[in-house]
């Protein structure tokens, strides 16, 4: 297969940890080949097709000089035989028009994964408001008052932005209510902005867990992030500590639930975030988490996503 990356810049790229490469390094292995480019790199003009400014790369197994790249050339993206989305987020404006072109060279016939709209219909944090279920105690507001009064209700909670990423902007306000109000402000910006607000969990003491869906099919292991020392988040951006575990009975009844539902919308790869019993998050964007799998446990998550790949793009559109 002929595979396109829409991704950050190569060079920001953390080999030794990071999904997209470890992808790219599977995909290479069973020789199909690979292209990259920017979000910014898509065009559009009307009588033609979605193109891109993109560099045929090879991985050359070096861990510092680790690619070659050919010139930039313009290709169609119906030119790949699948084309990946692996910005990272946030989830910006920008972000939202190219998931636009996207959907437009679907149109031409081309194989975008994650779906275009998939990604556009599932913000990470809203998205977990379909499955009432799996979630504690939740709110999204603008209003302090409303926030004031979850707090009276819950004592203990977390505030965060919904577009944040990487544990980014995530408070926790104790049953004192210290600098509740000053926190809001920070994060609703005077009421213009929306805040996620949620019980605060002690089980994150256990993890953070990021439970991967390949294909609506659970990855049989999931990574537990820490948090350290006094850390309240556990996100690896953020310090946690990464420990892989296999999947927990009620992490195997969340993501079999979830699981096919995400799949038949498009979403071929998600991150399911689960505290305890709890999903507070549902990562569509570029879920990360492979390769620290991969090294603890030796199940190879890269495989087993190339495998969906490829059964994906040879199932009719």
Known sequence: MKLLFIADPLESFKIYKDT???????AQRRGHTLAVC?????VWQRGSQVAARVRDIVLTGDSTHWFQAQPLRSAALTAFDAVLMR???PFDSEYFYATHLLEQAEREGARVFNKPRALRDHPEKLAI???PQFIGPTLVTRDPQ???RFHAEHQDIILKPLDGMGGMGIFRVGPDGLNLGSITETLNRHGAQSVMVQKFLPEITEGDKRVLIIGGKPVPFCLARIPQGSEVRGNLAAGGKG???PLSARDWEIAE???????????LLAGVDVIGECVTEINVTSPTCFQEIFDQTGCDVAYLFVDALEAAV????
């Open 20 to 26: 997209t490469f470890a992808m790219m390094r599977e």
């Open 314 to 317: 040879a199932r009719p559109a």
């Open 146 to 148: 409303d926030i004031q």
């Open 243 to 245: 420990v892989a575990r």
């Open 38 to 42: 920017l979000p910014q790199d898509l």
């Open 257 to 267: 639930a979830l699981g096919p539902v995400l799949q038949s919308r498009g979403l």
């Open 129 to 131: 408001m379909e499955f």
């Open 87 to 89: 910005k990272d987020p």
